[in-house]
């Protein structure tokens, strides 16, 4: 019997968060795998100019590479810690808001070479984006940060 205990432990240990980051990673970007995060072989954050005072901001996989998983937040320069600004609900079936619309994660394991989304935030306030992308369960890659900018 105990060994059956383990063995599920284990599996749903496996296969946890399919569905996206838990909000305990709101802050940190920490998927919380267990694995080591890596540092960025590529990945990058750009973002668009605003319409209407909405960014556009693209998170992008290097060449011929994928994510299957992400987080991904805007912070205050001032710090480095605090979040700030809105993400819009997300148009497409791949990701969803968190960290009460300051962050956005993935909602199902596809492949993505990049991914989209809307944010609106302060003006005034001097901001960068950070994320975090999963490519497999023990590899995962942190610190992919954006350039800083006035809202």
């Given at each position: 019997m105990?060994?059956?205990?383990?063995?599920g432990?284990?599996?749903?240990?496996v296969?946890?968060?399919?569905?996206?980051?838990?909000?305990?990673a709101c802050?940190?970007?920490?998927?919380?795998?267990?694995?080591?995060?890596?540092?960025?072989?590529g990945?990058?954050?750009?973002?668009?100019q605003?319409?209407n005072?909405?960014?556009?901001?693209?998170?992008?996989?290097?060449?011929?590479?994928s994510?299957?998983g992400?987080i991904i937040?805007a912070?205050?320069?001032?710090?480095g810690k605090?979040t700030?600004?809105?993400?819009?609900?997300p148009?497409?079936?791949?990701?969803?808001?968190?960290?009460?619309?300051?962050?956005?994660?993935?909602?199902?394991?596809?492949?993505?070479?990049s991914v989209?989304?809307?944010w609106?935030g302060?003006?005034?306030?001097k901001v960068?984006?950070?994320?975090t992308v999963?490519v497999?369960?023990?590899?995962?890659?942190?610190?992919?940060?954006?350039?800083?900018f006035?809202?």
């Amino acid at each position: 019997m105990f060994r059956y205990l383990i063995v599920g432990f284990c599996v749903g240990y496996v296969i946890a968060y399919p569905e996206g980051a838990p909000e305990s990673a709101c802050g940190n970007l920490s998927p919380q795998h267990g694995a080591d995060v890596k540092p960025n072989p590529g990945y990058t954050i750009a973002y668009s100019q605003p319409n209407n005072g909405v960014y556009t901001v693209t998170l992008n996989a290097p060449r011929n590479t994928s994510f299957k998983g992400f987080i991904i937040q805007a912070f205050d320069s001032r710090d480095g810690k605090t979040t700030v600004g809105q993400f819009a609900a997300p148009n497409g079936p791949h990701s969803k808001l968190i960290c009460n619309g300051a962050g956005v994660t993935h909602t199902e394991r596809n492949p993505l070479t990049s991914v989209q989304l809307q944010w609106q935030g302060t003006p005034g306030t001097k901001v960068y984006f950070k994320a975090t992308v999963v490519v497999k369960y023990d590899e995962i890659y942190g610190d992919i940060v954006s350039g800083e900018f006035t809202v």
